[in-house]
Nanobody
Framework: QVQVVESGGGLVQAGDSLRLSCAASGRILGSYAMGWFRQAPGKGREFVASISWGTGATIYADSVKGRFTISRDNAKNTVYLQMNSLKPEDSAVYVC?????????????????WGQGTQVTVSS
């Protein structure tokens, strides 16, 4: 069983940076994918970024490419999401997820472990 817990959210101004952390407990194998999703009020869950736990390969949503960076620290069992040049439209609950079935994926249905989320609010 894998559990993931997010931290690092908060209230920032447009243009600021923020780093989210996702601490994973349990056995994370090299074949796992770790991902970040976000959900704003009244909107569906949106893919943000995914990383292969084993290889470190990454994929990003077009809306965050060039501004956000996903990374992992295998020794700490932690995944990070570095968010730069934040915009008001980035405001959402950011949720971390783990997939034991795919090594890297943008599809929520492919993830079987989810965190509770952390709120990110970007003021203009």
């Amino acid at each position: 069983q894998v559990q993931v817990v997010e931290s690092g959210g908060g209230l920032v101004q447009a243009g600021d940076s923020l780093r989210l952390s996702c601490a994973a407990s349990g056995r994370i194998l090299g074949s796992y994918a770790m991902g970040w999703f976000r959900q704003a009020p009244g909107k569906g869950r949106e893919f943000v970024a995914s990383i292969s736990w084993g290889t470190g390969a990454t994929i990003y949503a077009d809306s965050v490419k060039g501004r956000f960076t996903i990374s992992r620290d295998n020794a700490k069992n932690t995944v990070y999401l570095q968010m730069n040049s934040l915009k008001p439209e980035d405001s959402a609950v950011y949720v971390c997820a783990a997939s034991s079935r795919y090594s890297i994926t943008q599809y929520p249905a492919h993830y079987n472990y989810w965190g509770q989320g952390t709120q990110v609010t970007v003021s203009s």
